[in-house]
């Protein structure tokens, strides 16, 4: 929920929080540049921080095991209360940790990227990478709630807000033309631009609709995987070569070959995936690796949690702006086609 009053927003759950039960969850960065708007909201209330290294290259298993650790030498109980401030990496981390601990401590997400507001903190996904693989290990378990604060966006870097727009894109398409036709008219440009608090709720409230019919994405919360087969590969292969990227760019360079293969294999609008191509051109750039490492890339998207039987990767394409499917197979001609299309554009 977007709120405008931090404090007020958090008084119901830290008055069923005991002294002495409240843990807060930071990054390097959010500690730095997040904290003091956070610890103003807390007021009189005392809490334990506990600080985990920034960046995916930590979203492990040893950083979860950071903060069990945390929590148990400080005397958490099971009505402990933990707060995640950070983005979607901090928040995915933190509800894993306190969904396991104890067997599960309430939580609260406070997103502090846009990534993380309109995506990843909401739905009750949870999890780390592990063996190279995003998010392998990981379980569904709901935040009390998740506050969006606006402010908090203040700081983020240009290329942090094309990450969470690429997230608000693939919402518009799952939505409206309307919707769709709003996000495009977006001044990308201007990526200190303030988006629309009637914009954010309408992109978040396509999320919530999508998962409250399905939260632990038997079927149709699998639309929200739209863009992210090929995404998480392109992904995974950057990871391995040691290169960071934002987690939107690539989930864009996927909506791009995942919205060629509607085309091709559902008849959706070209004129949508023109629209995408041009955009990605224009502000997100290609991505950096060559169509060599297909090979690789088909390997990652056979591990992707969606895929129904061994050695088969399953997409949800869309028919329609608003006409998603799930559970697609399509044959290894049309994937290289699509990638083809991807990395020559
Ligand atoms: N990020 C996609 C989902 O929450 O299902």
């Known amino acids: 929920m977007i709120v405008s009053d931090l404090n007020s927003a958090l008084q119901p759950y830290l008055e069923a929080t ?23 909201a807390l007021a009189d209330m005392p809490y334990m921080t506990i600080t985990i290294p ?29 707060i995640n401030l950070g983005g979607g990496m901090l928040t995915d981390l933190g509800g894993f940790a306190a969904a396991t601990f104890m067997r599960g401590l309430r939580y609260v997400n406070i997103p502090t990227s846009l990534l993380a507001m309109v995506d990843a903190s909401s739905g009750g996904k ?13 379980c569904f378990a709901q935040p009390e709630q998740t506050l ?20 608000m894109l693939k919402h518009g398409l799952l939505d409206t033309d309307a919707h769709w036709n709003t996000l495009l008219a977006l001044d990308v440009n201007d ?8 914009l954010l709720a309408d992109n978040l409230a396509v999320k919530e609709r999508i998962v409250a019919a399905d939260p632990t994405e038997k079927s ?15 992904e995974e292969a950057y990871h391995a070569d040691g290169r960071s990227v934002p987690h939107g760019y690539c989930v864009l360079w996927g909506m791009v070959a995942e919205l060629y293969l509607s085309v091709l294999c559902l008849g959706m609008d070209k004129q949508v995936l023109t629209q995408l191509s041009h955009l990605m051109l224009a502000y997100y750039g290609r991505p950096a690796c060559n169509c060599k490492e297909r090979q690789r890339l088909v390997e990652w998207m056979m591990h992707d949690k969606k895929n129904k039987q061994a050695g ?11 006409d998603g499917v799930v559970d697609q197979t399509i044959s290894r ?3 290289d086609e699509a990638l083809e299309y991807l990395f020559s554009l």
Request: glycine share 8%; proline share 3%; with cysteine.
């Open 220 to 234: 149709l919360r699998k639309l929200l995987n739209f863009g992210h087969t090929i995404g998480h590969a392109i």
């Open 312 to 322: 088969q990767i399953s997409f949800s394409l869309l028919r329609a702006i608003g």
């Open 54 to 82: 920034a960046g995916e290259e930590h979203k492990t298993l040893a950083t979860v095991e950071q903060i069990w650790h945390a929590l148990y030498e400080h005397h958490a109980t099971r009505d402990a209360l933990l």
């Open 333 to 335: 001609e049309q994937l």
């Open 191 to 198: 990526t200190k631009c303030s988006i629309p608090s009637a």
């Open 126 to 138: 949870t999890g780390f990478n592990y063996l190279g693989v995003k998010n392998m290990i990981g």
């Open 148 to 167: 969006i604060y606006l402010p908090l966006l203040d700081t983020l870097p240009a290329e942090q807000w094309l990450s969470g727009y690429a997230e």
């Open 18 to 40: 005991a002294q002495g039960q409240l843990f807060v969850l930071v990054d390097e960065n959010t500690h730095a540049k997040c904290m003091p708007i956070l610890a103003t």
